[in-house]
């Protein structure tokens, strides 16, 4: 191991809390990125199909977006919402443009955990209410009350959580917890939303991701948001859609509520619109918004410098098309990886959209969590980063930025088959 590794590990272990980790045994030290590279201490070079878990959608320090933040620090680093400036109320503006529906009011937080938080305070403050359905398998922060929304159990470490959720099946229909077959099961794993819904009359809103994210890129059969978005309004409640990790471009689409034929009554995005800058929001429709009228502020959210920031990132997603890049990439690395996945036993499936793409990985039929280990540490030595996911740990999860290029994802393909080989002819742990 890199000695600065091993001094950095120590520091870690002598002054972080201990529920932070890191990936691999073996963790290289990083030091300077462009783009999608990312190079370490030792000067390697790494091709990022993680991008810092779905943040660098333009790309690591790209230019276009480090320099107009760059040029804002050094004029305005700060104010609070509580004094008028110009880049928090442009960026609004930018923001409800590029969502281009009815989600035109804004309010700007640090985080995804924050916008949640947002979201959900909205959604009781119109509808009077106090519960939230969440999906088994989503994610929703690591604040108390995103927490207690949050439906894999490695993330709900509170003990104690607010009892202000209700959890319903995950619509994973390779894992359909309710035992039933895709096509066949009209949709049972909403209606079983719809029972909830119908059984109890506090609750306020809904609350998904479109794709799940951490849960194992888990993407819901065609009409299921629609009739849980029907049904939600039947019961008087609302439907928030939570696209820290899903939105601008990620999925081929700008949101990736487009094409679901529903649009949400709320909406909380982060990560990406800062492209590294912290910044997150709530979004909603006037009449939704017009609830909320007590007294709210922010100190640093949608603070100036990442206000800059998320304009320029914006502006970058429009002028390249970088959801038609994702549409067009991802629809090539999913044919590499159904490539690979054919000549392998371990592959269970891959799914996703865009450039949101996950490999489960199985050995008769149980997750393969070791091997999916093994795979990431190899394709690290190999120089790719990828990601892991699922309620197993077992989902090999790919995220680039989305200016990745055809040649890097064949540069990854190559390794992925060796480490795929390899993993499946040793089952040990690594």
Known sequence: MDPLAQSLLEAKRNYMVPCLYHFYRDPPVM?????????????????????????????????????????QIRRLQHTTTIYLNEPIHALARDLVSFLDCGLDRVFFVNSGSEANEGAMLLAKLHTGRRRFVYLRGGLHGRTAQ??????????????????????????????????????SCGLACAGAVEEILGAHGDIAAVL????QGNGGIVVPPAGYFERVQHAAHRAGALLIFDEVQTGFCRTGAPFAFR???????????????????????????AEIAASYTRPGASTTGGNPVSAAAGRAVLRYLRERDLAGRSSELGAYLRGVLERIASASSLVAEVRGRGLMLGMELCREGKP???????????????????????????????????????ADIDGLAEALEAALHRAESTPEAP
């Open 31 to 71: 030091d300077r990125a462009a783009m999608q590279y990312v190079w370490d201490v030792r000067g390697r070079r790494y091709t990022d199909f993680y991008a810092g878990v779905t943040v660098m959608n333009c790309g690591h320090c790209n230019p276009e977006i480090i320099e107009p933040a760059i040029e």
């Open 146 to 183: 995103t927490m207690a929304v949050t439906g894999i159990p490695m993330w709900r470490t509170d003990p104690t959580p607010p009892e202000c959720g209700l959890e319903a099946p995950c619509p994973h229909c390779l894992h359909c917890e309710l035992g039933l077959e895709p096509g």
């Open 208 to 211: 998904a991701e479109p794709i």
């Open 259 to 285: 094409g679901l034929g529903v649009e949400p009554d709320i909406l909380s995005l982060a990560k990406a619109l800062g492209n590294g800058f912290p910044i997150g929001a709530f979004c909603a429709r």
């Open 368 to 406: 393969a969590a070791a091997e999916t280990d093994r795979v990431l540490e190899e394709l690290k030595d190999a120089g790719y980063l990828v990601g892991k996911t699922g309620m197993s740990r077992n989902v090999v999860t790919f995220l680039p930025p989305l200016v990745i290029a055809a």
